[in-house]
């Protein structure tokens, strides 16, 4: 069964960077494009952007261009976002999300979610 | 790249029907058939209700619809259930971008 496996919870001071990790199984890890998505405390849910793991190929949304950087380790099936120069604002609950089999439902899915990993930006 | 606008809230008894509309523009919402819904509880992550406008992934009920009409995206509960309380978001692919609706939360009474 697809499973997504994020990183545990983190706590940076405002300036500093953080790195989730995502670790997916149950499926050719290649095959799927993965999105990050975040939800700050008591917030809606925001799209961040996508990665293609096979081709490393990334689009980001304009609000964090500049400041996330997503990448993968396909040797090891685990997707990655970054992102620098956090602020107080960026506390939040990060998702990585699998998109839908273009085949069986939609390439415009978000069919799997991991299971969320909060990161606290406090001084 | 502006969030969907939802209703911030609907509510309704149960066994009744409710409807939360989307709205975007015709440059997401308007321009593509690919807009889906999301039920997310208390500190758990999203959940596929509804994919390209109206089409429902195995295991979510039949009581739940989707529609579009022009700019605005619909999500309706018929025989609404206490387990149906919950946030509901739209999300909607924009030319090789997407956006979520600002989200709705749905209380059952």
């Known amino acids: 069964q697809v499973q997504l496996v994020q990183s545990g919870a983190e706590v940076k001071k405002p300036g500093a960077s953080v790195k989730v990790s995502c670790k997916a199984s149950?499926?050719?890890?290649?095959?799927?494009?993965m999105h990050w998505v975040r939800q700050a405390p008591g917030q809606g849910l925001e799209w961040m952007g996508w990665?293609?793991?096979?081709?490393?190929?990334?689009n980001y949304a304009q609000k964090f261009q500049g400041r996330v950087t997503m990448t993968r380790d396909t040797s090891i099936s685990t997707a990655y976002m970054e992102l620098s120069r956090l602020r107080s604002d960026d506390t939040a609950v990060y998702y990585c999300?699998?998109?839908?089999?273009?085949?069986?439902?939609?390439?415009?899915?978000?069919?799997?979610w991991g299971q969320g990993t909060l990161v606290t930006v406090s001084s | 790249q502006s969030a969907l606008t939802q209703p911030r809230s609907v509510s309704g008894s149960p066994g009744q029907s409710v409807t939360i509309s989307c709205t975007g523009t015709?440059?997401?919402?308007?321009?593509?058939?690919?807009v889906s819904w999301y039920q997310q509880h208390p500190g758990k992550a999203p959940k596929l209700m509804i994919y390209?406008?109206?089409k429902r992934p195995s295991g979510v009920p039949d009581r739940f619809s989707g529609s579009k009409s022009g700019n605005t995206a619909s999500l309706t509960i018929s025989g609404l259930q206490a387990e149906d309380e919950a946030d509901y978001y739209c999300?909607?692919?924009?030319?090789?971008?997407?956006?979520f609706g600002t989200g709705t939360k749905v209380t059952v009474l």
């Open positions: 999300a699998r998109v839908g089999d273009c085949s069986s439902t939609s390439c415009y899915i978000l069919d799997y």
């Open positions: 149950g499926y050719t890890f290649t095959g799927y494009y």
């Open positions: 990665i293609n793991p096979n081709s490393g190929g990334t």
């Open positions: 015709s440059s997401d919402v308007g321009g593509y058939n690919y």
């Open positions: 390209d406008v109206s």
């Open positions: 999300y909607s692919y924009a030319g090789n971008f997407y956006v």
